[in-house]
């Protein structure tokens, strides 16, 4: 599921060129600027990573080579040395190990600790036959005679070998006690804690891995960008449980139906009807106004349309059949909308089954789109094509499914050809445009940009979306003069059409130029999440500024709510990752062992 990137996803990620991707991809960057911020890169390895384990290694040869005086170099040799060693200093009884507390009340701490030694190194021996109970057994031995890391540790790896994590973690947390940057045990903790599915637990121990190898271990940050996804989709399925289905912001409404030809009112209904007509007559009409409080108000009124033209009940004869099809494709519409695909589908046949238009076909295309039914897409293009050749929306959505599948030149006819059945179709121009530039054609781009301003002056989208491809080029300064007209022009609408979106593209790029920006930034996303109360896009965006403002549990709440505006499940997973992420942080810095790491890191940089 989470591989699946939908339709919807993607065809607004296509519609807004470069922001919504940008803004995104520059979380994550954003992210890992923020942790290497706080800590230190290459020069603060040396003191981390495995060097540590390694020290101990040779100090623990050492001892035993004194102790049993050989040379053990082969590992045939050690076996053979340690075999001997065992039956010269402690009681064995069948092949175990048999020390009373008796004896060890009786031991010298050198001989402690030179039997400890010997019960590790037997303890060893055992654990590469693979006979990890009686390792197991030399190893709880050795920790009665001395406390030492490494016994937990090799006691630890036994436990793992055996699949039993609950204990796997007590032992590495009792070594992770005594030698806190005890990176193999910290490892072998994550990979426990994974395996039990406590992945914040897994991400605390990875996140301190990753202060330990000073951010160049590209395998850990992987181990952590896996769990943390994980993770994230853990409480994103959590909180779908409870969902209720909302309505997405205004602006991704009012870009969904913007692109499909303005509904006149269906025959028979108007303000004077009454019952079913009159709901259908007020939420079509409601849905013309294009605002938030319009579109909740649709969102209510389709509903009883529905329920009111009793539409179980109705066949393709009876006289409503057709109003009963329109007020059922909107359900499905709005539904989908929703991100309840399932039951949009379920609308939406019942709207075919009584009375298809083309444009019930077009819907039933996006829907199948969205779950990656392309080849149903296509049925569904070629019955609205069949319905009505001349059907202006057919060819927007078909050109928009295949400028998502990379094909631009069947796109860019398909473009053509909607804006040219339906000139006032502002998208069809914006993706005619967006393909030139893809097409490495800026020039000509920026001329179809101009040509649609004339056309649809009064458009904040025409601005806003020439404005992205300025961005994306580098120009932030023109690209801002844009977005400004753009945020002007929405301000003097009574509708919404970009909505915040201006606002929002002008913070990230303008604070991608530097730190200097940020204040500036924050008002703009102060202000979009007033304007687009319900824009995912202006929560996180606003978040991450927070964040470098050190505003921490603003940025969590942000992120959080993001989550839970977002329409699909990849968004979702995304902000609640960096929601997650930045309270790993937070927990982080409560941590004062880390935090001294971290310092440390930082100095050693200086
Ligand atoms: C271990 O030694 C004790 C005496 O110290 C003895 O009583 C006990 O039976 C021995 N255990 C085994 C399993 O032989
Ligand atoms: C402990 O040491 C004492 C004195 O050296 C000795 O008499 C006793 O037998 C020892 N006990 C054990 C269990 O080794
Ligand atoms: C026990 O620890 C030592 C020292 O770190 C190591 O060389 C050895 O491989 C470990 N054995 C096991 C089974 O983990
Ligand atoms: C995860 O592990 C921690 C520490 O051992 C524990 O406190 C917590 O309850 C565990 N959480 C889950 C979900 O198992
Ligand atoms: C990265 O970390 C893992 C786990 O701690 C370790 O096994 C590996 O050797 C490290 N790699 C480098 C290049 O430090
Ligand atoms: C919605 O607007 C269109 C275009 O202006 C108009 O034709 C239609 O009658 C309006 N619908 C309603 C229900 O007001
Ligand atoms: C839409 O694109 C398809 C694929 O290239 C093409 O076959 C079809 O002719 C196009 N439609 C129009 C109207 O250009």
Redesign the pocket.
């Given at each position: 599921m989470s591989d699946r990137t939908s339709f919807f996803a993607r065809n607004k990620a296509a519609i807004a060129v470069a922001a919504v991707a940008g803004v995104t991809a520059g979380a994550y960057i954003y992210y890992n600027a923020v942790s290497q911020s706080q800590t230190s890169s290459e020069s603060g390895s040396s003191a981390t990573g495995a060097s540590p384990e390694a020290s101990k290694k040779k100090k623990s040869k050492k001892k035993k080579s004194a102790s049993s005086k050989k040379s053990a170099d082969e590992k045939t040799e050690e076996a053979v040395e340690a075999a001997a060693t065992t039956a010269k200093l402690y009681p064995v009884v069948n092949g175990l190990p048999n020390i009373s507390e008796e004896t060890i009340a009786n031991l010298s701490e050198k001989e402690k600790e030179e039997w400890a030694a010997a019960l590790k190194e037997d303890g060893n021996h055992e654990f590469k036959a693979k006979k990890y109970d009686a390792a197991i057994a030399y190893y709880t031995d050795a920790l009665r005679l001395k406390v030492d890391p490494v016994f937990f540790s090799n006691r630890s790896a036994c436990y793992a070998a055996l699949n039993d994590h609950e204990n796997v973690i007590k032992d590495t947390s009792e070594a992770i006690k005594l030698k806190p940057d005890y990176t193999k045990c910290v490892l072998r903790r994550a990979t426990s804690y994974e395996i039990l599915e406590n992945y914040t637990e897994a991400m605390y121990d990875l996140t301190a891995l990753t202060i330990y190898g000073g951010f160049s271990n590209k395998s850990v940050e992987q181990l952590l960008e896996r769990v943390l996804k994980k993770h994230s989709i853990k409480v994103v399925e959590e909180n779908l449980k409870n969902r209720v289905p909302e309505l997405p912001s205004a602006s991704t409404i009012c870009s969904f139906f913007g692109a499909f030809v303005q509904e006149t009112t269906p025959e028979g209904i108007s303000e004077e009807s009454e019952g079913a007509d009159k709901f259908l007559f007020d939420a079509l009409k409601n849905l013309n106004y294009s605002t938030a409080e319009g579109y909740e108000a649709a969102d209510t009124l389709i509903n009883q349309a529905v329920a009111a033209y009793n539409v179980e009940e109705l066949t393709n004869e009876s006289p409503n059949a057709g109003k009963a099809a329109v007020a059922l494709e909107y359900s499905a519409s709005i539904k989908f909308l929703k991100n309840d695909p399932t039951s949009a589908a379920s609308d939406i046949e019942k709207a075919i089954a009584l009375k298809p238009r083309p444009r019930t076909y077009v819907f039933r295309a996006l829907i199948n789109a969205d779950k990656s039914s392309f080849t149903e897409a296509n049925q569904d293009f070629e019955q609205a094509k069949k319905l009505n050749p001349e059907f202006p929306d057919l060819?927007y959505h078909?050109?928009q499914l295949?400028y998502l599948t990379g094909?631009l030149?069947?796109?860019e006819?398909?473009f053509?050809?909607a804006k040219e059945l339906n000139p006032d179709n502002v998208y069809a121009y914006i993706q005619l445009a967006c393909i030139k530039y893809k097409n490495g054609d800026f020039k000509e781009a920026e001329d179809m940009f101009t040509a649609a301003k004339l056309k649809f002056p009064t458009s904040p989208e025409i601005p806003n979306y020439y404005g992205e491809i300025l961005a994306d080029r580098g120009d932030v300064k023109a690209a801002c003069k844009q977005f400004d007209t753009a945020s002007r022009l929405q301000k003097a609408l009574p509708t919404f059409s970009v909505g915040a979106l201006p606002l929002i593209n002008k913070a990230s790029f303008i604070s991608r130029e530097g730190l200097e920006h940020f204040d500036e930034a924050e008002k703009l996303l102060t202000e979009a999440c007033e304007l687009d109360p319900k824009s995912e896009l202006a929560r996180i965006s606003l978040a991450q500024i927070k964040l470098q403002n050190d505003q921490v549990d603003e940025a969590i709440v942000l992120f959080e709510e993001s989550s839970k505006l977002a329409r699909t499940i990849e968004e979702k997973v995304q902000a609640t990752s960096f929601a997650e992420a930045t309270k790993m942080q937070k927990r982080l810095k409560n941590d004062p062992f880390l935090t001294a790491k971290i310092q440390e890191a930082m100095a050693a940089r200086m």
């Open positions: 060819y078909l050109g295949y094909e030149a069947a796109a006819e398909n053509t050809r």
